[in-house]
């Protein structure tokens, strides 16, 4: 296999032969072009190794001239801001912008305006990144193959690490008709988990593991592994479940937009013995001074310490993460966990909480390590009654009205006012889709007028 039919080939997703014949093309010295030494590039991506992959790109882009040369350099750019370098990044993509003519190719001019969007997430840009990622999503130039992500399923990391679960499930749903990628099953497994539906996030593991899943996917499946054996229970589980994904994580570079992925791992590790834990919280700890300690990372590592300290019953560490949070959205709570880790528990407080969360598991699994810390049996009773009505108000409220959770977001903005190109820029999906929506609520609601449909809409979500 010559250089050019090694890029083919893993463009193509001939993934294995690709790696093992650049890999020979390098040893041979007999690389045109530096096709194969892209391909190993994008290979160190792909196996986690992210950094590693900047550092091959940036060698690359020093090889070449013009417009590959530029491309090698962005690529090095997304590569090190997923791995959470971000002053890296921000130089390589100086470096990649002061070689972009006015003549060079629309692609280039697209991909690198991704890179920037990505870097800015990293920084904290969540919700304007997102969309500018949504909009390059669906841009008229071919996605890169080489490079370490494709814009749709970053715009979806990207809006799951700003904690808007809602809006990602309503943009992977919206890009249902594209052909169903690793990362992509992997990451609506993910949310999945994070709102308590773990039948379907077991479906979703199952169902990426139908192909080949290189490293970097296979970090965010042991997450879901991990996520789905503590939601179960089983202390000794968990131990072996973390036993399994282990060499996985081992050596895999941190993904700043997957923090929470990689705390649910350190939970699982520390569920093993400390030393495990202390490496993981480690990794995380390091990405997150190399991104420049952004508040968000902040918050998110404190979370993750909480619901070690919880697990380990650590008075002190529950105590000290919760009150990193006060103020923030975790941090009502994270006050109710530490109260039950410290044995204070209020009953009504805990209850109220539990209602305000997104995730089904955790509100009953808090309202029941509640109830254990309370001396009234009757008390105790009321609480695990809440929280098992909570399980199956999650359960049953897409369907309540008779509207998916699609159209209630849909019909929630038609009551704001907005028209269907708006709804489209909220939702992070096209007009035409909103309009498709707008029909199948009518349908649903029996309406044929405008006026017609916002009454129903106003009467169904009590607007």
């Not at 997957?258 to 990405?287: H, I, K, N, Q, Y």
Request: overall charge negative; glycine content about 8%.
């Amino acid at each position: 296999m010559k250089a050019p039919d090694v890029e083919q080939a893993w463009r193509a997703g001939n993934t294995a032969a690709a790696i093992e014949a650049a890999d020979r093309i390098l040893a041979a010295g007999a690389d045109e072009n530096c096709l194969a030494a892209g391909v190993a590039a994008a290979a160190a991506a792909a196996d986690g190794s992210l950094l590693d992959a900047a550092a091959r790109w940036r060698v690359i882009a020093t090889a070449l001239t013009g417009a590959p040369a530029v491309a090698a350099q962005g690529r090095a750019a997304l590569a090190a801001c997923l791995g959470g370098d971000v002053e890296a990044a921000d130089r390589d993509l100086a470096g990649a912008r002061e070689q972009v003519s006015g003549a060079a190719p629309r692609g280039l001019t697209v991909f690198l305006d991704g890179v920037d969007a990505a870097i800015e997430a990293v920084r904290g840009g969540f919700d304007h990144a997102a969309r500018r990622l949504a909009g390059l999503a669906v841009a008229t130039v071919p996605a890169d193959g080489l490079a370490a992500e494709q814009w749709d399923d970053l715009a979806v990391t990207v809006l799951i690490a700003g904690g808007d679960d809602r809006t990602a499930q309503e943009f992977l749903a919206a890009h249902e008709d594209r052909p169903p990628t690793a990362r992509r099953r992997l990451l609506a497994a993910w949310l999945h988990l994070r709102a308590g539906r773990l039948a379907e996030a077991r479906t979703g593991i199952a169902s990426a593991g139908d192909a080949p899943v290189l490293r970097r996917d296979a970090v965010l499946a042991a997450a879901v592994t991990i996520g789905l054996a503590r939601r179960a229970g089983d202390a000794d589980a968990l131990r072996a479940t973390w036993r399994r994904v282990a060499p996985v994580v081992a050596g895999a570079d941190v993904e700043m937009l997957l923090l929470d992925a990689w705390g649910e791992l350190s939970v699982g590790a520390a569920a093993v013995s400390r030393f495990e834990g202390e490496t993981v919280v480690e990794a995380m700890t390091c990405a997150i001074a190399k991104a420049g300690v952004p508040q968000w990372a902040l918050q998110t590592n404190h979370w993750w310490k909480l619901h070690r300290a919880v697990g380990a019953g650590n008075v002190e560490a529950a105590t000290q993460a919760a009150a990193a949070l006060q103020g923030t959205e975790r941090g009502a709570a994270a006050h109710a966990w530490a109260s039950v880790v410290r044995g204070a528990v209020d009953g009504r407080e805990v209850a109220a909480v539990a209602a305000g969360l997104d995730d089904a598991w955790e509100a009953m699994a808090l309202c029941g390590a509640a109830a254990a810390k309370l001396s009234d049996p009757a008390e105790a009773r009321e609480l695990l009654s809440t929280g098992r009505a909570l399980r199956a108000r999650f359960a049953t409220e897409e369907s309540a009205d008779g509207l998916s959770k699609r159209e209630r977001s849909v019909g929630e903005l038609l009551l704001d006012g907005l028209t269907q190109k708006e709804i489209g820029a909220r939702l992070y999906i096209s007009p035409k889709t909103v309009e498709q929506h707008v029909a199948r609520i009518r349908q649903k609601l029996a309406v044929t007028s405008r006026a017609e449909l916002i009454a129903s809409l106003r009467s169904r979500l009590a607007c």
